[in-house]
């Protein structure tokens, strides 16, 4: 999914430090039309002033999403603790509010879906003029949930490419199995459970969903004396009560403060390194759960963690491929660079003047009203901490409305049109006498590298001028028909 922002040194290295925004809030309800379905969503969001409707904040880069699923008959306001925590700190945090019901039992398949939905809903609002999120979303994704809700959040993810990162606290079983689900979950995932859970057992459930995930890097958990129902602020009165008389026997407990706090303190680097690609936050991960571990704050078990180190430069970009027909344009991708936040792109008519454009992926379409010709493109990486990288070197490509490359020739059969180019193009023939009068006009689809015959019995002998025409090309022969 492709956002252009703008993107110079001074700006970048201003956005990378934290800027305490305040709250906004807003109830939404968007409507997903492939499943017919309505959901109300509550979102909180970095803001210019605190309140329901503030004017949305601006940042450089662009604030990343976090889509989170409530647990069992738990309201979305028991999470206050996060988007408090998080929003201030440049995050757009989404509640959906479906499926919060006792009866009939909630469909964990539709909420995962409405977790998913509501991500990208968020993103795409972010690229529509006249919306109030426009040009303020990082097109970023972080889907996340605490039990029933953690649980569809491997549903929602299952499959998904353009999900960054999954994180759940306690996630419960789900029907469908979330632990199947999550093997399809092939993104960098953050399991956090809770030592002292006798409602949804690490060892039943969130263990089995950790080993199934496929995606590195990967970290599951356990913090000691937490327990289910503290992950939310304590208001979730039927959660407490629930724990109350499965958990006899259980604890003691740490207060809701301490686990909040242990949580945020390996939730925040994590969301750092994946939605905002910050190598130094990504670097402090191993350091923060060792310290954890040996102050008995959790015990955990992670994989992949090896590869997250900031590196000395900025990467080139390499591995261009470049597509594209008359009718659509042409696309330019590459290899992600790790930890680039964003991508400078400069293309030009071959020795001519340069464009800049920005994109926050590895792709890039030249929009607007790009002139035919041969293009080349060169590309650079933006990572935090770094800067930009060195420009690749400049990679050649037509941007797709250039002139076909016809060429006619006249044999016994006729007159010979060929032409070579990437995709079908539409080709006019006129056939004109010495004295200017049009004689013959025919309009043909040809296809790459094919020749292509036009009769010519029907004219009388003389001397002919053909003109062959496609985008941007003329071409003229002067033939003689005996």
Known sequence: MRHPFLIFLILFANATVAQNYQIGTAVLTLTDTERDRQIEVAVYYPATSSGANAPVATSITGFPVVSFGHGFVIATESYSWLWEALVPEGYILIFPKTEGQLLPAPNHQAFGADILFCAREVVRQGTLPGSPLFGKVAPRIALMGHSMGGGATYLGASGMDDVQTTITFAAAETNPSAINAALSVNVPSLVIAAREDCVTPAASNQVPVYNNLPGEPKAIVNITGASHCNFTNGSASACYLGEVFTCFGFGPFISRQAQHQRTLEVLTPWLDTFLRKNCVAAESIATVLNSGEANNFW?????????????????????????????????????????????????????????????????????????????????????????????????????????????????????????????NTPVEIEVYSTDGRRVLILEEMLFPSIEKFIPIQDLSSGIYIIIAQTTGESLRKRIFIP
């Open 299 to 423: 015990t955990y078990s992670a994989e992949g963690l090896a590869g997250l180190a900031c590196p000395i430069n900025c990467e080139i970009p390499d591995g261009f491929i470049i597509e594209g027909s008359f009718q659509t344009g042409v696309s330019l991708s590459w290899n992600d660079v790790p930890f680039a936040l964003g991508y400078q792109v400069q293309y030009r008519p071959v020795g001519g003047n340069s464009q800049t454009a920005s994109v926050f992926d590895a792709q890039f379409s030249p929009s607007g009203n790009v002139p035919p010709g041969n293009y080349e493109y060169r590309v650079r990486a933006f990572c935090p901490e770094i800067g930009f990288g060195n420009f690749s070197a400049w990679n050649a490509a037509g941007t797709g409305l250039q002139a076909a490359l016809i060429s006619l020739s006249q044999t016994p059969e006729g007159i010979g049109v060929f032409f070579s180019g990437k995709e």
